[in-house]
């Protein structure tokens, strides 16, 4: 996320409020963190035991107590990618059409608003059963990998339409009166100019979107299934890792062990997508304000 | 302003982006009523909230369909972790950008960042073998209304903490050395400039997260004890709709399963009036 | 990456079509599909992998959801084989049932509680909610935290069917979907009382969870009396076809039920059926 620009603030008046203020905000950040830390240690201590190349790699066996996690992997990190490759230009061109091209008081613009926002709040369970209605049967897709991705790019748009919403409209009016001043059109200011001025919105939607959908159980299990052979298409059913550590909690005894550690790797995996898409929208951010 | 042709395509383009991505609630709700159709018309609406219990399992002239208990859990629930999560979001992110130093800061988002992608079902593992046995040890018997406000609450805080970052971020710097120039203290810039300059960006986290803790399922169902009652105390376990729906959707056949779709209705017409309200309640200036 | 809103507009409708339009194309090698059942699926789902071993270019593949959903599949030919956790119901009888395994159901206490047995009717005095006390039952004085099933589950309709007490007759403290989740609320509470499948409850007990197995009816619930037939909670792990099995699927039915799978029957913690 991008850094804001931090004023300075004189201590000059700082009365009783401001120094109850300061307390308050200290204690809740300390109290996050903690219940946090203390979460995460939990994962990490019973999980960083079981992790090792073979577990990354190897196929579970065993209903999962033995053997690793590489297909479950593979297909989830395949899930994720269909997902934004969907929801990506879905949701950046309605946040567009939203942002920039509609005035607040239009009918279809204050429509799909307000269907977006009841979508935000559908039951990840809703879209599971309504993705193996549409996509796994009226579709005839099955149980696939494309299915759940499918389903999970419904379920992530509202928050990746609002966040990237967000993000146009803090660009300041300037940059477009700027743009239509010099001639340029509306198509060429948007990719050159307010795209980029957008992006940490756009960035803060995507890892967002992300986390949920990686994080999703409830939804893929009717529609991605729990197969967990590796997959040779997108047409194969794929078990993802929050299923995987669904089923080992909760339906395998004694598969608490590689539920920690596959939970553990979810985590890391997610570190690592989220850290590459700050840097990549760090850079891209520099090169087009700079070119 | 003279509109060239790629913008009149980009226009369209965008306008199809926009319709299939709205179309995909109409489709949800299309498919909700129809799959409820069979219950709606075999039990009849009054009967979700008037019957005796919750009983669905024999048919629709035997069994008893009470949803009324699972709909006061689903709003206890929600509304209880919203009250707790919307300050802490909020104070997390005015934290990371007037409060803590900036290396502070940069770790604290990075763990921000990281819970919103923890699995529902790590945070219902967690809540059920320590939070529910501390809770047990307060009250019995443990799994309750209490467990899934703090769970719902730790779960929804990261979407409240970026959203609200994200919008202290876009706060014009010239406001704040405005403030500055004024001599406004910090808590004082915050309250008077940043807030209300952050407003839409911070309701809009609030509205979304308010969906997510309506829409949680797995980790609610793990600390909630979804038992079929309207709590008295906190200490009560409750059911909410969505674990009505997780729990026995996959055992249901007939009406019974169709009874399940009604409540799966029931939560989008719950997010239909919320979102009313929200739009009514500020004339549609949410977001302008 | 110069990705336009209006490529990318283009890009996604393009997705959107090619899915609908390659969706039909399927291949052709042999499939087989399983779903229903969450209890017999992890055990599936090994058979299926021997099965492959043994049959190279078949693959099947496993689905999970539920015994009625494996019947609603069976019926509808969404699945070649349904996966059900418990005998079929009269209005379900027109689907053949092959049993390839056995599983029990036994009640579940914290280590810590020193009731070390219960007759049938205290168990339904207590989950009626006659007995709320421990006390009565010559335990400590804590009121007893009942752990039920949720509706549907095979295993609430065989607890149910075995006590002769109605689920609108019992009143719950914490009602629980899969085993795995009764035991560890069970492990978290010493004042709990649940039942889930033996299989799972003996393994969590050899492995240091702090929960002990009550004998029903005075029969100790182990795997060994659940396989001589004496526990009297018990139900069969049931594959499902529509119509008589031909080809693929009989040879699979056939192969799970015969003894070349017996110790991944065993690795599974439900008991094999002699044969």
Redesign the interface.
């Known amino acids: ?15 009783f ?2 120094t109850i ?2 307390v ?3 204690l ?2 300390i ?3 903690g ?2 830390v203390w ?2 240690s ?2 990490i201590w019973h999980g960083i035991g079981q992790v090792s190349w073979r577990f990354l790699t190897e196929a579970p066996r065993n209903a999962g107590r033995a053997g690793g996690i590489g297909p479950i992997i593979v297909s989830t990190l395949l899930i994720l990618a269909v997902c934004i490759a969907v929801a990506m ?3 950046v ?2 946040a ?3 942002a920039e ?1 509609t005035s ?2 239009n009918l ?20 599971g ?2 993705g193996n ?2 996509f796994c049967v009226y579709l005839g897709m099955g149980f696939s990998i494309l299915s759940g991705g499918l389903t999970l790019a ?1 379920m992530t ?3 990746l ?3 990237t ?3 146009f ?2 660009v ?1 009016d300037e940059y477009r009166l700027g743009a ?1 001043a010099l001639g340029m ?3 060429s200011s ?1 990719i050159h100019l307010l795209l980029p001025a957008a992006a ?2 756009l960035l ?1 939607g995507m ?2 979107g ?3 959908s ?5 939804a893929l299990i009717f529609t991605s299934g729990y197969v967990d052979r590796m997959p040779q298409s997108l047409h194969d059913s794929g078990r993802s ?2 299923i995987h ?2 089923d080992l ?2 339906n395998v005894a004694g598969g608490d062990a590689n ?1 920690y550690a596959s ?1 553990l790797v ?2 890391v995996i ?2 690592i997508v ?1 850290s590459v898409a700050s840097w990549t929208s760090d850079r891209w951010l520099h090169k087009r304000i700079i070119s | ?1 003279s ?2 042709r ?2 009149i ?3 369209w ?16 709700g299309a ?2 009523v129809i ?1 409820s159709m069979p219950a709606l018309q075999h039990v009849g609406i009054t009967r979700f909230f008037t019957d005796a ?5 024999a048919d629709a002239s035997q069994g ?1 369909f009470n949803l009324a208990p699972m709909l006061w859990g689903t709003l206890l629930a929600m509304s209880g972790s919203v009250l707790l999560a919307t ?2 979001g909020i ?2 992110a ?2 990371c ?4 130093p ?1 290396s502070i ?2 770790f ?16 219902g ?2 809540g ?3 939070l ?2 501390l809770i ?1 040890q307060l009250q ?4 309750s209304l209490l467990a899934g406000i703090i769970i719902l609450t ?1 779960m929804i ?3 409240v ?3 609200a ?9 010239q406001y ?2 405005g ?2 120039a004024l ?8 309250r008077g400039v940043v807030f209300p300059a952050a407003k ?2 911070i309701i ?1 986290g609030v ?2 997260q ?3 803790a ?5 980790a609610i ?2 600390v909630c ?4 009652q309207t709590p008295s105390r906190i200490f009560d ?1 409750i ?1 909410t ?2 674990a009505n ?9 007939g009406d ?2 169709s009874a399940l ?1 009604v409540s ?1 209705l029931i ?2 017409a ?3 009036v ?3 309200a ?2 009514v309640h500020s004339k ?2 949410i ?2 | 990456m110069k990705l336009t ?2 490529k990318m ?2 890009v ?2 393009l997705i ?1 079509g090619t899915i609908g339009a390659c969706s039909k194309s399927d291949s052709s090698e042999k499939k087989l599909v399983l779903t229903g059942s ?1 209890t017999v699926a992890p055990l599936a789902v090994e058979i299926g992998k021997r099965f492959e071993s043994l049959h190279p270019g078949v693959r099947v593949n496993v689905q999970t ?5 494996g ?2 599949d069976t019926r509808s030919g969404l699945a070649d084989i349904g996966m059900a956790s418990r005998s079929l119901k009269d209005s379900e009888k027109g689907l053949q049932a092959f049993a390839i395994a056995r599983d029990g159901i036994c009640i579940i206490l914290h280590k810590a509680n020193i009731v070390s047995t219960l007759s049938d009717e205290q168990v339904v005095a207590i989950y009626t909610g006659a007995i709320k006390n421990w006390k009565h039952v010559g335990g400590p004085d804590a ?1 007893i ?1 009942v752990v039920n099933k ?5 295993t609430l309709e065989l607890f149910l069917h075995y006590f002769a007490i109605k ?2 007759d019992i009143h ?6 899969d085993n795995e ?1 009764g035991i ?2 069970v492990a ?2 010493p ?2 009382i649940g039942y889930v499948s033996i299989g799972t409850a003996e393994y969590d007990e050899t492995h240091g969870i702090p929960i002990k197995l009550l004998p029903v009816n005075g029969v100790a619930a182990t795997l060994e009396n659940l396989s001589n037939g004496s526990f009297p909670l018990s139900r069969p792990l049931n594959l499902l076809t529509k119509t008589t099995p031909t080809g693929l699927a009989k040879e699979f039915i056939e192969f799970a039920r015969s003894k070349q799978v017996h110790d991944i029957v065993k690795e599974q913690y439900f008991v094999p059926l002699a044969k």
């Open positions: 996320m991008a850094e804001a620009a931090r004023p300075t603030f004189r201590p000059a008046h700082t009365g409020t401001d203020a300061t308050v905000v200290w809740i950040a109290i996050v963190t219940v946090f979460l995460l939990d994962i230009p879905l949701g061109g309605t567009v059409l939203l091209f607040s008081d279809f613009g204050r429509l799909v608003r307000r269907s977006l926002d009841v979508l935000a709040g559908v039951p990840s369970i809703v879209f059963l309504f209605a549409f419904c748009l509202p928050i339409i609002r966040s919403e967000e993000g409209r803090a300041p239509a059109s509306r198509t948007l940490p919105g803060v890892v967002l992300m986390g949920r990686i994080a999703e159980t409830a890792l929050s550590i669904f909690s909760m539920a939970a979810l985590i997610l570190l989220n | 302003m509109r060239s790629s913008d395509f980009l226009i383009a965008l306008r199809c982006c926009a319709a299939i991505a709205g179309a995909i609630v109409l489709l949800i498919f909700l799959e219990s919750w009983h669905p399992s008893t300050p802490l104070g997390s005015v934290f950008h007037y409060y803590a900036s800061a940069k604290y988002r990075r763990l921000i960042e990281l819970l919103a992608g923890i699995p529902s079902v790590v945070y593992f967690w059920l073998v320590v529910v046995p047990r019995p018997p443990g799994p730790i805080l990261p979407t903490a970026l959203m970052d994200a919008a202290l971020t876009n706060v014009p710097a704040l050395r403030a500055a001599g406004l203290s910090r808590w004082g810039t915050i839409s960006g809009t509205i979304l308010t969906g997510r309506i829409g949680e399922t797995m169902l793990m004890g979804n038992v079929v376990p059911r709709l969505t729906i997780a729990l026995e959707m996959a055992y249901a056949g019974h399963r779709f799966g939560l989008l719950l997010i239909v919320l979102v009313s929200a739009e549609g200036r977001y302008g | 809103p209006i507009a283009i996604s409708l959107m969450s959801g539920g015994s009625s959903r019947i609603a009121p935290t949720a509706e549907g589950r095979a689920n609108t719950p403290d914490v009602v629980i979907g989740q560890k609320t978290g509470n004042d709990a």
